[in-house]
């Protein structure tokens, strides 16, 4: 009923070229990390065990996961589009750091409005007379990158009367970030539909050869923009998810891939070893990889879990504290993690959570456009996001690549909380 224009920075943000390139060159290497995580039923069993006990949202994920796969997989195309977040984290003597907040496998939203926000940065910049300034601004398409991989898995799938169809909300926020992939895709004369999980209950079947249809319509690629949080989920809505993952569709993400996204998989990946057991004869991928996570740690029963918890009690502004959940708004700081922590320590509830290093980056001035906001000058700070996409068919990757960024600025009195949460705008980098 209301259409509302997404919130962005009046400027573009200064990012210092260096953790900008180093974030691209790691992305290829976390699209093979992720991919090798989705295909290692051992370690996601094993890394998932404390958290299925605890938080029912991950179990009921785990319980289709293990059911598709005792099944035998149907799908033999493999498509992923991920982003991995970073921050910029200020070290004691100045110089700054890239360190990684967490990596999306499911929705990783905003590839389509970052694609035109380069394009408004550079208007202001000429219209305050900075020419010069806007001609050093990068073109960036996340979106196009993001079609790319879609298209190329449909193409795989094998099917030219088959559709591509996004999973998407009840009520649709951010349809117009969404529309911008669906355009690139028709524009390859690829057929899009646009369903919910309840059609898909409704009218959703499979063949014999266990091939998707909806509305007397094959499906090649499910493309998941909702179904990463609990509340998405009643009965139906579960049947309708294990019906897709037992299909030959494409999905993006399959199930163990929205698993391999979940954070106790991220602290896990943080342990010695565990990267070089997911990605053997790969150490200079391993090295890159590493060198971007912040101090993560685990909350798991036992004498190391109740030491870290003790410490982040007694000083809750070194941490934030995170549930298994994405879509931003959802960890916890300061005296709300004390809080927390302190109710659950003794409780197994505690090992739904990690701990983790807070990042302090170095705060900049700009000014956040937003609806019905005034407009004033705040102290901001970034986070680059880097989009990933790869599609593998058995066990050839067949496209591996980083298809673009995204910057997000917020003030510093938010603590958490993405664009769609309603605390972060778009933001363009500005290399220096």
């Known amino acids: 009923q209301v259409v509302n224009y997404a919130p962005f920075t009046l400027l573009p943000s200064a990012v210092p070229r260096a953790l900008f390139e180093q974030a691209y060159a790691v992305q290829q290497d976390f699209n093979l990390l992720v991919d090798a995580i989705s295909q290692n039923k051992e370690f996601l069993e094993q890394t998932l065990a404390s958290t299925i006990k605890v938080d029912d949202f991950t179990a009921q994920l785990f319980r289709i996961y293990m059911q598709v796969l005792e099944e035998g997989l149907a799908q033999t195309v493999f498509l992923g589009i991920n982003r991995s977040d970073y921050m910029f984290d200020c070290g004691l003597d100045g110089t700054a750091a890239l360190k990684q907040i967490e990596i999306n496998t499911i929705a990783a939203s905003f590839g389509g409005l970052t694609s035109r926000t380069a394009d408004v940065h550079g208007l202001v910049l000429k219209v305050l007379g900075k020419t010069k300034e806007a001609s050093r601004l990068l073109p960036n398409n996340p979106a196009k990158g993001l079609a790319l991989g879609i298209a190329k898995a449909w193409e795989l799938y094998g099917s030219q009367s088959a559709v591509v169809m996004f999973l998407v909300e009840e009520i649709q926020r951010n349809i117009f970030d969404q529309r911008c992939v669906e355009n690139e895709l028709w524009n390859r004369d690829i057929r899009v539909i646009r369903r919910r999980f309840r059609d898909v209950f409704e009218r959703g079947s499979l063949d014999g050869s266990r091939r998707l249809y909806i509305d007397n319509q094959e499906v090649a690629v499910v493309y998941y923009r909702e179904g990463y949080v609990p509340q998405t989920y009643d009965q139906q809505n579960w049947e309708a998810r294990l019906l ?23 602290q896990e990946l943080s342990r010695p070893g565990t990267l070089e057991k997911l990605l053997p004869d790969r150490p200079e991928a391993v090295a890159r990889v590493r060198a971007t996570f912040a101090g993560l740690y685990s909350l798991d029963e036992g004498e190391e879990g109740d030491k870290i918890a003790a410490t982040a009690i007694a000083d809750p502004e070194r941490f934030v504290l995170k549930p298994q959940r994405e879509g931003g708004g959802n960890n916890l700081y300061g005296e709300e993690l004390r809080q927390v922590l302190q109710k659950i320590k003794d409780s197994p509830e505690r090992t739904s959570y990690i701990l983790m290093d807070k990042i302090k980056p170095q705060p900049a001035l700009n000014y956040l456009l937003r609806a019905h906001s005034p407009l004033e000058v705040s102290e901001c700070i970034s986070e680059l996001g880097i989009f990933g996409v790869y599609v593998r068919q058995g066990q050839e990757m067949v496209l591996n690549e980083a298809a673009g960024h995204l910057l997000r600025t917020k003030a510093i009195q938010h603590a958490d909380g993405g664009v769609a949460a309603g605390v972060a705008v778009l933001d363009t980098p500005y290399l220096v």
């Open 244 to 266: 897709l993952e037992r299909s030959r569709a494409v999905k993006c993400p399959d199930i163990a891939t929205q698993l391999a996204g979940t954070k106790k998989v991220q």
